[in-house]
């Protein structure tokens, strides 16, 4: 009896939240003509306005999305694959359901093992269009559908202990045929995919946690059915298809630090100024749509742009050395 | 006319994997970033090239099939038209166009300063690559052709250098260009 009804709750934000991506259009040219034509009547007022269509927030933006074929089929996601585009078709069969389960342990009040049901019955579903920066030098403008951590942080009654909070990726050669070893042997990564967030950082209302994309149910590629988006860091942190969340109290390691810790930092905060040992984080190549003229070069923002909402939480370290 | 023949069927064979990449880009069939995945695909065509073209002289040796020689000045021009079409796209749309860009890279990234280099040795390679020059050049031709080797060497750590972590299908090249050196050094080693 419960069940259903949360079932119907589940369908019905889906249903009511659907967008499609010409709505999405609809309304993002709306926002367009309301700036231009208050350009037209004062250069001052126009700028306030757009800035003001920018959102204190950062919770929006007015930059122009990425096509929905883009975000759902550029994913690293290399449980499936390291090329980019073979995790659309190898993620077809993995549709997680509301059973999917999550551990939820550590420094908190009420430990356990709770289903995706638990989880969207504490939280409110809405939308948020942010960028994604990935750690290789490209971005995407994406409209998400999911929940603001901080509201399921605060569900879960932590303790003072918790300082950091741990999140791991599904650990299953059945689903996830990447973390079987390579031809030569070789794992592409150690398993289970591992990210790590500190508190304030996780409790920012920007963090959040995407159910959906373009209104959609998140597809697999993408991190079905809860996937973490951190917009002011590189990608990476984006842990995908969560089982595990857990509340330390010591800074936990993350996946990628473990694999290259010269290369990857735990904070992993987009700076223009810290280039990869690699390649240049200066700039950026901004993925619009699948057309061999559909990426831009453009330079890239501290904090991806998001330096109003979080410059405070790194205040006083050296962004050299905690990269 | 036989060996035209064959020769015009490699020819065209040489032109496939482009013809194909300009067919996929049109038909976006390179996923959702052409750009790099149309580079990278030139950039593993030139190492298979220069691979290919290394491998017949081993080829030859332990299959007796001395047929195959006449296609290595071809298979090794190739290389360096898939090279410089590989570099073209990498500055064009990864560089916009900016040779200061283009400068910066090459000093500060190791995995493009190696790629620079290999691609700056075969020039001079492909520059003698004409019957003419070989004749006028006489033994220097075949010293200054043994630039080939690091080339290739260069070619494939630039490769391994900028995967990010899975290293499965790098090493497979890497044994490729083991075994073509390997053979030639027990070669001169043992069976002269």
Aim: proline content about 5%.
């Amino acid at each position: 009896m419960k069940n259903r009804k949360l079932r119907s709750a589940y369908s019905a934000i889906k249903d009511s939240q659907v967008t499609s991506e010409s709505l999405f259009w609809k309304r993002r040219e709306f926002i367009k003509n309301l700036s231009l034509s208050a350009m037209g009547a004062s250069q001052i007022a126009g700028t306030l306005l757009q800035a003001a269509a920018q959102d204190a927030t950062g919770f929006t933006t007015a930059e122009p999305l990425s096509s929905e074929y883009v975000v759902t089929h550029h994913n690293n996601f290399y449980e499936f694959s390291t090329s980019k585009s073979k995790p659309a078709e190898m993620a077809k069969n993995f549709k997680p359901d509301l059973d999917w389960k999550v551990s939820i342990t550590g420094e908190i009040e009420k430990p356990g093992n709770y289903s995706l049901e638990d989880i969207l019955r504490w939280t409110n579903i809405e939308e948020r269009i942010y960028r994604l920066r990935c750690v290789e030098a490209w971005s995407m403008v994406i409209p998400w559908k999911g929940f603001q951590l901080s509201h399921l942080i605060n569900q879960l009654k932590p303790n003072s202990n918790a300082k950091f909070i741990e999140f791991e990726t599904l650990e299953s050669r059945s689903v996830f045929p990447g973390q079987k070893r390579g031809t030569l042997g070789f794992h592409v990564l150690p398993w289970p995919y591992k990210e790590g967030l500190r508190m304030d950082e996780a409790m920012n209302p920007l963090t959040f946690i995407a159910t959906g994309v373009y209104g959609k149910d998140l597809p697999g590629q993408n991190g079905a059915p809860l996937r973490l988006i951190v917009p002011w860091k590189y990608g990476f942190k984006s842990i995908k298809s969560i089982v595990s969340i857990r509340f330390l109290d010591k800074q936990p390691s993350n996946t990628w630090h473990k694999n290259g810790p010269r290369e990857y930092g735990f904070y992993a905060n987009v700076n223009p100024n810290v280039d990869h040992p690699r390649w240049s984080q200066a700039r950026e190549r901004r993925i619009t749509d699948e057309s061999f003229f559909g990426v831009k070069k453009i330079p890239t923002q501290m904090f991806n742009g998001y330096a109003d909402q979080v410059a405070h939480l790194y205040k006083g370290m050296d962004l050299d050395k905690n990269f | 006319m036989h060996y035209k023949l064959s020769k015009i069927a490699a020819h065209l064979a040489c032109w496939i994997p482009l013809i194909y990449l300009i067919y996929a880009v049109n038909n976006r069939m390179l996923g959702a970033d052409p750009q790099e995945e149309m580079m990278n695909q030139l950039g593993l065509w030139t190492l298979r090239f220069l691979l290919i073209g290394l491998s017949i002289t081993p080829l030859n040796r332990i299959f007796k099939f001395p047929g195959l020689v006449k296609y290595r000045r071809m298979l090794g021009l190739y290389a360096f038209m898939y090279l410089i079409l590989h570099i073209s796209i990498f500055f064009v749309f990864f560089l916009e166009t900016n040779i200061g860009y283009l400068w910066d890279e090459t000093i500060e990234r190791p995995y493009i300063t190696v790629g620079m280099l290999a691609a700056l040795m075969l020039l001079p390679l492909v520059i003698t690559s004409t019957r003419k020059m070989q004749r006028r050049m006489g033994r220097h031709w075949k010293k200054l052709h043994k630039l080939v080797y690091p080339i290739a060497i260069l070619g494939i750590t630039h490769f391994i250098w900028q995967s990010k972590s899975d290293l499965n299908e790098p090493l497979i090249y890497l044994i490729w260009l083991t075994f073509i050196l390997g053979y030639r050094v027990y070669y001169s080693k043992f069976k002269t």
